[in-house]
């Protein structure tokens, strides 16, 4: 079994509508859960970062942990075309030892 | 506040030969992490390094080497290239790993030909 596992998509939903992004987990050390956004030849970039289970919501994302589950999820409300990328979950087991371990990235296209 | 920096940020090479790859991570930051990216494999950790240290190290062959310098930047260093080592080469710096969170330069996109 991976240690992470994530639906590479592709997702395509017009704009405004609300997209989940999920990921589901195995090792029980991760402690730090985290969201990049990766555009097209570009470097990811941090979107959530959170460490307990529950939501946590920073404008139109909402990022929730569900720790007993080992699954985690991101929302984007009344979504844009300028989300079109592909979102990565990534988790950290909370060592000094600077790896994150990232899903394969779900694919997702914002039509207007 | 300047961000993760990446040099180059394109590179050809033929099989066989070697490349250096540099970062320059965000400022104050001592961690440096490196990841290869493929569509393949996704994210695959190469190494870390803190303090001129390498503390931890993924599963790549002897090939794939790096080092910090005592102004944190640091440099990944791959010989006798492969076509599989084409992919996107990541940094990633960190003011206190495990207490932090990662950010990531732009990479350098290698092609081996």
């Known amino acids: 079994q991976k240690e992470v596992e994530q639906d590479p998509g592709p997702l395509s939903v017009p704009e405004g509508a609300i997209v989940s992004l999920n990921c589901t987990y195995s090792n029980s050390a991760f402690q730090y859960f985290m969201w990049y956004r990766q555009y097209s030849r570009k470097g990811p970039e941090l979107l959530m970062y959170?460490?307990?289970?529950g939501n946590k919501e920073d404008g139109r994302f909402t990022a929730q942990v569900d720790k007993s589950s080992k699954y985690i999820s991101l929302f984007i409300r009344d979504s844009q075309p300028s989300d079109s990328a592909t979102y990565l979950c990534a988790f950290d087991r909370g060592s000094t030892l600077g790896r994150l371990y990232f899903g394969r990235g779900t694919q997702l296209t914002v039509w207007p | 506040k300047a961000g993760v920096t990446q040099t180059p940020r394109y590179l050809i090479k033929t099989r066989g030969q070697q490349v250096t790859l540099s970062c320059s991570p965000i400022s104050g930051h001592r961690s440096v992490s490196w990841y290869q990216q493929t569509p393949g494999q996704g994210l695959q950790f190469l190494f870390e390094?803190?303090?001129?240290?390498?503390?931890n190290k993924g599963n790549f062959p002897g090939r794939f080497s790096g080092r910090q310098f005592s102004n944190s930047r640091s440099e990944m260093n791959v010989s006798t290239l492969e076509l599989g080592d084409s992919a996107l080469y990541l940094c990633?710096?960190?003011?206190?790993?495990?207490?932090?969170?990662?950010?990531f330069g732009p990479g350098t996109r290698l092609l081996v030909l």
């Open positions: 990633a710096s960190s003011l206190d790993p495990g207490k932090e969170t990662q950010y």
């Open positions: 390094y803190f303090s001129e240290t390498q503390r």
């Open positions: 959170t460490y307990s289970s």
